[in-house]
């Protein structure tokens, strides 16, 4: 799925000498835990258990990143497989990752708050209820969206 090359290309020197601006990682599978120096969204679940939260949490909190704008999904029903489309026996897509990943990159590569009669600020770091840290993408372990 990409999530530790896309963890590791927004990090280290690898953002500034291939001009990466912006990364969301999607249940990131790593033995490593570098800071990343592009503002990023992290996703993770309570039932990965491919790439165990806390790997995401190793990354996301790491004291040496001087990312402010950030955000870590933690979903609580959430296996590996959320982000692929089902072809499991079991239930595992969630239709609102490709919506709050691409409201992600509209805001931190377009900068644009808003745009088709979206509002990705608002679906991001809003306080609605259908939002992404309030009940918009389920249970939550944890939700945080740094702007």
């Known amino acids: ?21 912006s990364a969301a990682m999607h249940h990131v599978f790593t033995h490593e835990y ?18 165990w939260r806390s ?16 955000g870590i999904v933690d979903r609580t029903s959430a296996n ?8 499991q026996p079991w239930e595992s897509y969630n239709p609102l990752v490709p919506q709050f990943t691409a409201a992600w990159f ?14 990705f600020h608002e679906m991001i770091f809003g306080d609605s209820n259908d939002l992404i840290s309030n009940g918009g993408d389920g249970y939550m372990n944890t939700c945080e969206m740094l702007d």
């Open 80 to 87: 590996h497989f959320e982000p692929e489309d089902n072809f």
């Open 1 to 21: 799925m990409g999530g530790q090359s896309a963890l590791s290309s927004s990090s280290y020197a690898n953002a500034t000498d291939h001009n990466i601006t």
């Open 106 to 119: 509209k805001l931190t590569i377009d900068k644009k708050q808003e745009e088709f009669g979206f509002d």
């Open 55 to 70: 790997m995401t949490k190793n990354f996301y909190g790491n004291p040496n990143s001087d990312v402010t704008t950030k």
């Open 34 to 51: 570098p800071a990343p120096q592009v503002p990023f969204l992290a996703f993770t679940g309570g039932l990965d258990y491919v790439a």
